[in-house]
């Protein structure tokens, strides 16, 4: 019995099924990286200007950072896993553009099948076999493959990263102490440093005590470093009562009032108004 030989696919047919591979690949491999850069990005300027608003909960630091760590852990794999892997074979391609296109997907499946060993000794003579794919490969040769991609969106993902980037950059270039802060908090959710202000204060005591039944007048000064100097101060104690005091002389004084029992002022906390 003389040995079986199969009908190979036309040349130009097999080499714009890789071109459209290589596109598909090269676009969704750009979303996943975008989609992850976005993510990254978007978590960060989110703590910046959470700090900025108040002090962030730490519940919030974390949430802000697994959604940065999903971001590379997810959309990277997930992408290439989906668009590459499952997109290796021509079959694989035929499938997915008949999605988008049916009619040219199922003759594209059609032939492919034919190229196969096993299909290629069950159907008909092997001129005819030869027939049908070069009838599909030149109908196929004057159309663009790449169109059939599913829902391009790596020009508007890039645009969208590009923006969030740029407007991080230039926040960053306006103030360089508050975004090394927010990125030092960011990356250590565990055990973040001190949140950043805009406005400094000079050292002051852990804890004032006051003998009970007197009021106190403390003082808080500005530091020398400070990049601003509010005119009020806004400050608080147990009670959560919230007042206010003058900047004078570059120091915030504040009255204390008096306690009927004794009370170490451990709570005392004072922040200009600057947010």
């Given amino acids: 019995m003389p040995p079986s030989t199969t009908v190979k696919l036309p040349p130009q047919l097999v080499r714009q099924l890789r071109t459209f591979r290589r596109r598909l690949r090269t676009v969704k491999m750009l979303e996943a990286v975008c989609l992850a850069g976005i993510a990254v990005i978007l978590s960060y300027a989110l703590l910046y200007l959470s700090d900025r608003l108040w002090e962030t909960p730490p519940a919030v630091g974390w949430l802000l950072f697994f959604i940065a760590v999903s971001g590379l852990a997810v959309f990277i794999p997930r992408w290439s896993f989906r668009w590459v892997w499952q997109r290796r074979t021509e079959a694989q391609l035929a499938r997915l553009i008949s999605r988008t296109d049916a009619a040219l997907g199922d003759r594209l499946l059609g032939v492919i099948e034919l190229d196969s060993e096993k299909h290629g000794r069950q159907y ?152």
């Fill in 124 to 275: 008909g003579s092997e001129k005819l076999k030869k027939a049908a794919m070069e009838q599909v490969a030149r109908e196929v040769s004057a159309r663009d493959l790449t169109v059939n991609i599913p829902r391009p969106s790596h020009r508007k993902l890039f645009v969208l990263l590009a923006v969030l980037a740029a407007c991080t950059a230039a926040v960053c270039a306006v103030s360089p102490e508050a975004a090394g802060n927010a990125l030092k908090r960011w990356v250590r959710p565990f055990n973040p440093p001190e949140r950043y202000t805009f406005t400094q204060l000079a050292p002051t005591p852990d804890s004032l005590v006051i003998p009970m039944g007197e009021s106190c007048l403390y003082e808080i000064r500005l530091a020398e470093g400070t990049k601003t100097r509010p005119q009020t101060a806004e400050y608080f104690f147990r009670n959560r009562v919230s007042q206010q005091a003058p900047l004078a002389d570059g120091a915030y004084k504040i009255h204390i009032p008096p306690c009927n029992r004794r009370t170490a002022w451990s709570s005392l906390q004072g922040m200009p108004c600057d947010g």
